[in-house]
Antibody
Framework: QVQLKESGPGLVQPSQTLSLTCTVS????????VSWVRQPPGKGLEWMGA???????DYNSALKSRLSISRDTSKSQVFLKMNSLQTEDTAIYFC??????????WGQGVMVTVSS | DIRMTQSPASLSASLGETVNIECLAS??????LAWYQQKPGKSPQLLIY???SLQNGVPSRFSGSGSGTQYSLKINSLQSEDVATYFC?????????FGSGTKLEIK
């Protein structure tokens, strides 16, 4: 069945770079797209960006200068890198399968705290 | 960016009641709208897409409607397991944006 699982450090220091991995199973990255969505504690959802089945990417303009999404199709993994982290980047980070731009499967999420 | 305004922010209703949650887009999104349910401590789950299409496996007491800039999620015969926060999301234009959420509790 379709599954996504995020992994990465739980704590990142301010100004440092966040690196997260989304490992998927049950579907192919060459036929489906994956998005990253984040949620600050107790708050709403923010779409960060996507990597489409053909390998192209789109980013939220609010994050575009700091964000990079890539993939390794042979390992069924999608990667998120975001630099210059600040405390307001503290959030749960989800990877999701995007079906025609809405999200039908979500990972469990990984909590990332930005703190020194 | 398209702003999605959800109302109410919170809602308390009795078991068996019918509830409605509204989502207003800042411009026409041509029914490119999804609804999600997020239970405490869990990931969001897709309920409705294309404004009114029920996702596989979602109970039929959930329904969506609307067009243009105004959309709604209706829950019939409220059950205890419906306690959650509900979000709308537009996908007509980038960036994809979500409403701020409606927290549903049982009275």
């Amino acid at each position: 069945q379709v599954q996504l699982k995020e992994s990465g450090p739980g704590l990142v220091q301010p100004s440092q770079t966040l690196s997260l991995t989304c490992t998927v199973s049950g579907f192919s990255l060459t036929s489906n797209s994956v998005s990253w969505v984040r949620q600050p504690p107790g708050k709403g959802l923010e779409w960060m960006g996507a990597i489409w089945s053909g390998g192209s990417t789109d980013y939220n303009s609010a994050l575009k200068s700091r964000l990079s999404i890539s993939r390794d199709t042979s390992k069924s993994q999608v990667f998120l890198k975001m630099n210059s982290l600040q405390t307001e980047d503290t959030a749960i980070y989800f990877c999701t399968r995007a079906l025609q731009y809405y999200f039908d499967y979500w990972g469990q999420g990984v909590m990332v705290t930005v703190s020194s | 960016d398209i702003r999605m305004t959800q109302s109410p922010a919170s809602l308390s209703a009795s078991l068996g009641e019918t509830v409605n949650i509204e989502c207003l887009a800042s411009e026409d999104i041509y029914s490119d709208l999804a609804w999600y349910q997020q239970k405490p401590g869990k990931s969001p789950q897709l309920l409705i897409y294309n404004a009114n299409s029920l996702q596989n496996g979602v109970p039929s007491r959930f329904s969506g409607s609307g067009s243009g800039t105004q959309y709604s999620l209706k829950i019939n015969s409220l059950q205890s397991e419906d306690v959650a926060t509900y979000f709308c999301q537009q996908y007509n234009n980038y960036p994809l944006t979500f409403g701020s959420g409606t927290k549903l509790e049982i009275k």
